[in-house]
Structure formats: C-alpha cells, structure tokens
DNA sequence: CACTGGCACCGTCTGGGGAAGAGTGCTATA
DNA sequence: TATAGCACTCTTCCCCAGACGGTGCCAGTG
C-alpha cells in the first residue's frame, strides 16, 4: 500500500538489497550489517550499512524478527528484488538440450507421460517441488472415436485424440443404444470430424442441436445426443501433476510437521493449488507469487513461480516450482522458462 | 529366536501384557506398573505387576526405553498380542454396507477409480495410510481391440478389458503396417478372443507362432506378429496407490522430519513397498507384518496389516493400511478384510 | 553532510544445577 | 507367592548466568 515499489532507492540501498536477499537465500538466517558490508562489496563500515538497513526496513523490503538479529527481506522485499535487482542465469546449453531430449522421449509415452516427465525434471532440477497442470483437452484434434454398450443406458466412450493419447468415459444416455446403432454413430462421427478440434466438434453438435430438431434424421439425432455427452467438457481432467513433495521436507521453514501437513493437504486436495495456478495461466512469461501474494495460508513463507506453455500459440497448461520464499530465483526463473518453452513444442501436434 | 513364541505364558501375564499393549496404543507412552495394574483390573499391586513385567522383559516381549521409565511392547510382544492375545471388534452392519455401496458406486469408474476408491476408504476408516495394488490384469476378459498407426513403425493399440477398462500402449512393430491392416488384424482378434482372458489368448497366440510358421497366410502371420506385443504382459501395470499419507504426519513416532521424508520417498519409490505388497499377496486372510519384521528399514516403528482380493477365486491384488506399529489392530484387522471382499466381489466379472 | 567508530543495550542461545516426578529393582515380610 | 517399603535411577522442567551477535544512537571527522 503506502511506500511504492518504484521507490527510488539509492544505488548503494539497491546493492545492498541484492546483497542481502542472496545472503539470506543461500543461508536461510538473518543476516547483519557486518557480514552484509562483507557480502556486498562496499568499501563501506557496518555502521554505515546499518543506516541503509534502516531505511529499507522502514519501506517496508526488510525486518527482523527481534530486536537484535540480523535483517531477513519481507514478501514485499523479495518481490522488489525479483522485479527490479533480479539477474538471471541462463542455463547451460547441454543441460538445456538434455532436457529437450528427455521431454522428447517421454512425450512418446503419451501426453500424461510428458507432463509426468515435466514436473519431474522440474523438481530434479531445482530440488523443490515441481508442478505440471495437465493441458487443456481444447486444442486437441480428434483423431477417432469409439462407443461401446454398457449396462443400463450406459455408454463407453473412447477417444484417440493427438495421434496418441487415449480418453476414455461412461455416458449416461436418456436411452438404450445397442452396438449396431453406436457403431454407425461413431462411423459418423469419424468421417466427419477427424483431424478437428474437440471444441470445434461441439460447437458443430451444439449448432446442430440447436436446428430445428424434425429436420434431423433419426441417424443425426442419435449422433447428436451421443456426441455432444462424449465431446462435453471435462472437468474432472483439469488436474495436475506433483513431484519431488519430498524436497521440500529439506527446508528449515517446513520443519514443523503441522505446516508440512497443511501443505501436503493442499497438495492432495487440489483444489486451492488448481485455482492459484489457474490464475498463473492468465497472464504470459514467468509468473512468480511470493507468499502470501497467492492469497493461501498454507503459501505462508513458500513462493510459487510458473509459466503457461502453449501449443501453436494457444495457452494449454501451467507448469512450475513450489519452494521456500528463499529459493534461488536466478537459476530457477530460466529453468521454469525454458522447461515451459520444450513442453509446448514438444506438444506441438505438427510433430 | 531364543524364547519361543508359544512359552506357555500364564494367565495373568497374557492379561497383563494385553492391558499393557492396549495402554501403549491409546496413548503411545511407556506404561508403569502402577497404572498397568489400574489397567488390568487385576486386584494385584504394583509391585506383583512389576514381577510379572519383569519375566515378560526376559521374554523379549516388552522393553524399557531406559532405566526408569514405564514398559513399552517389543516388535515381538506386538506378535504375541497380534497372534494369540487379539480379539477382533467386527465392524458395524452399517458400516459395512456403507463401504459396499461406496465401493460399488466407484467400481463403475473403472477398476483403477475403484482402487482410488478404496485406499480413499481405508485411510478415511482408520486415520492411516491405505494402500491398494492395482488389480492384475491376467484375470481380465478382452471385450475389444483397436489399432491405429503411428509414425515410424510404431502402433497404438487400445484394449477394452472388463467391460469397461481401457488400456492403450505403443507397440513397436518390425515392419510398417497401414490403417487397412490393422483393421483386419483387429477384426480378427475380436472375432476369435472377445471374452476370452487375456492370458489364454497370449498362450493362443504363442503356441501359433510357435507352429511352423510356413502354414500360416500373411494375415495371421501379422495377427500373430501384433497381437502378441498388443497382449503381452504389462509390466508397467503393476503400480499401486496410496491415499492418506498426511495422516501419518500425526504420530509421535513420526514427527521427525527425516524419517517422515524417507517413508515418503519409499512411496514414490514405489519399489520396495510394492515388493513388500507382493509378498503379503502370497498367503491368504489378513497379513500383518510389524516393524522391522518387513525387512526394510523406513518400516522400523511401522506395521502393514493387508488382505488380497480374489476375483472368482483368482487373486487379483493386494489392499491394505500403513499405520505406526501401535495401531488399533482390533478395528483395523476387521476393517482390512471386510474392504478386500467387498473390492474382490465389486470387481467380479458377473456383475 | 555523509560516513565512521564507539558504546550501551537487548534478545537469543547454551550449559549447568537443582528439584520434581515417575518408575524400577531389591528385600524383608505375612 | 504376593505385598509393602525403600533406595535408586533417569528424565524433564525450570531457572539462571554468561556468551554472542546484532542493533540504535551519538559524537567525531574528512
């Protein structure tokens, strides 16, 4: 609220500031004015940088957390050091194209394979948790379509969408539908929209639906009752994938088993992450929420960076790190961004 | 080793040593001669309690963290309770038919929605961790197959087992086949082997490659050729899943984040709790296996109590829960078995 | 005027000591 | 054989003092 982020701090404030929040990353303790003059190259005395401590605890970047430890940032510091004083470190060539292959390899496995893949090397690279949301089934292609009988005015639905990846889902029919009928449904419907988008199929049937209903021979109704079921939205499909929890279990401000718990919770639950990480897929590049910025209790000293992947320019996924507030941003910022970046192109269905 | 397991221990030292474990899982503290003799209802005195616990000691079935404090079950007193002291309290009727309902509901998610389902209700049940094997996949029946090329000599092919599972996998073929083969190869496998179990069918097709392979047409030499990689045995398939961890986090006897860290990479790991989980699939009725008994270090201080479900008499899998050693054997053991017929008979074939 | 050295002050952390409590083993006894 | 008494042991808790690291302020200096 009160003092703005473009506050025109000194150079020398700005130096110490970038000194500081890398202290406190690689160490996790409150760091002094002593150890800070040392860190930050200043031919300066602790007296001197304790004023400028002062300062920049009183805009707010930095506190302590009793009278006489050293100086920890605050969210608002670590989100003016990521904004303002960050530099990044690009990562290696060889780790990149490392990456490239293994993201290559497994995107053969299927599209869950890659995103398994994906947040798998996310958190081998980082050493926190990596997270991948499954990519939306809307630009996915249709390749065919299949429908079985089961019990009960109960239909299987199987769908071959992206050259490779399988979905399968029971509809529930306002009737009974026998195998001959489905079998020309589903002819139908290979015919007509294989190699199109799932949302373009259902909008087709929706249109179609909304027609005057007499004029639909008794064929398209059928497809239009069944189809429309098959190709709706699926919600349950919008989850993501975890790994590397355990990493986290490193960290000294997880140490309490409660905390952990709560974050575990939240991991399992799904919902709460699901909706930060929605949001983190609104806007384009790398996203970073620090703290308590998520709105989350359990993000309490945890910070949260992404980037939305994209298949041929249209947003399909977030993918991501969870960590400590104090993570490295330097090496993690082109990580996520270039993880990202090899995701959508290895989704990419010209491939 | 040394004091057998069927020493002929009196009768009051059995009802002590029953007090004594039910006192230390309620309360997870060493227990004193004092309190253990309130316990017992025995009209004996502390120090007749004392004497008692003293032999008990020299049997190895109890133990004392140090000099003075109370007594605490061994892994071996664990066994002597579990094995002769233990009087199971059947679950209520209610209960009971709730699980079935739930399991039944689930089951028409498919069989991996009904594994989901049911380590979701053992966890729920017992406050522990609850693990379910995915079911083998040799009992299943192929209701349908289907292949589609991909590039590259390689095929997807998607197998409807069970009425209503579906498992898809990438072949890798030795020649390039188009649509219009794999049509007639699926065609055909359809015809001879819907609902047949898919282990007869490798065997089928085993022993025809394995006849002179001159006498075969050029179609069934492709049947042959696909079909066999499309059924064989999947490895990847032998998984598990877990629901529930957080409760862990509870336990006294967890809250060191260390070994909380390593039980949970044992579980993504995967590789020795299911090595564990195959074993307890060898012996029928409820296993139990306490502490160290498994063989593997993260489970000191852990027990596993399991049941495997059959289908139609055939063992399928392996469900179970995942508590400390001081886990209230007498609700859990019913809970166990009660949930591996329900998820054997929600599985069967005839439904 | 910005910077520095000095100094009093303040919390945390550590280790020791002492008292309380819980429980045991041993022994004498009915 | 069961009991009561007693000395002993070990942990846990609390309190205290001292060391340590750091701060805030102030007076002095280029």
Redesign the pocket.
């Known amino acids: 609220m009160s003092p703005p982020l473009e506050h025109d701090l000194g150079e020398?404030a700005r130096t110490l500031l970038r000194a500081l929040v890398h202290c406190y990353i690689r160490d996790g303790?409150?760091?002094?004015?002593?150890?800070?003059a040392r860190e930050a190259g200043l031919?300066?005395?602790?007296?001197?940088?304790?004023?400028?401590?002062?300062d920049l605890?009183h805009y707010g970047y930095i506190t302590?957390?009793?009278?006489?430890?050293?100086?920890v940032p605050t969210d608002r510091g670590l989100r003016f050091y990521v904004d303002c004083l960050l530099q990044v470190q690009p990562m290696g060539r060889e780790t990149v194209e490392r990456l490239r292959r293994r993201l290559a390899r497994d995107r053969e496995e299927g599209t869950d394979g890659l995103a398994d893949s994906a947040s798998d090397l996310l958190s081998q690279l980082t050493n926190l948790a990596g997270v991948v949301t499954v990519p939306r089934r809307e630009w996915a292609v249709l390749r065919h379509v299949e429908f079985l009988p089961l019990s009960e005015r109960r239909v299987l639905a199987i769908l071959v969408i992206n050259q490779r990846d399988v979905q399968n889902r029971v509809l529930h029919t306002d009737r009974e539908f026998d195998e001959a009928e489905l079998q020309r449904i589903a002819n139908y419907l290979n015919a007509e929209f294989a190699g199109v988008e799932l949302s373009r199929i259902r909008e087709s049937l929706v249109s179609a639906m909304q027609a005057d209903q007499q004029r639909l021979d008794a064929l398209m109704r059928s497809v239009v009752e069944v189809g429309e079921k098959a190709f709706a939205e699926d919600r349950t499909n919008s989850g993501y994938v975890v790994a590397g929890q355990t990493n986290l279990m490193d960290f000294e401000e997880l140490s309490d088993v409660e905390r952990l718990r709560e974050l575990f919770e939240a991991f399992t639950q799904k919902r709460d992450i699901l909706h930060l990480l929605d949001r983190c897929a609104r806007a384009d590049g790398v996203q970073i929420y620090i703290g308590q910025e998520a709105g989350y209790e359990v993000f309490d000293g945890l910070s949260l960076v992404t980037a939305r992947y994209a298949v041929d320019g249209e947003p399909a996924g977030v993918l991501g790190v969870i960590g400590p507030s104090r993570m490295a941003y330097d090496r993690i910022v082109p990580i996520v961004d270039v993880t990202a970046r090899l995701v959508g192109s290895a989704l990419n269905p010209s491939r």
């Not at 302590?64 to 100086?71: E, F, L, M, Q, V």
């Open positions: 020398r303790k409150p760091v002094g004015s002593r150890s800070l031919a300066v005395s602790p007296a001197t940088v304790r004023n400028v401590m002062a605890e302590s957390p009793h009278t006489s430890a050293g100086r």
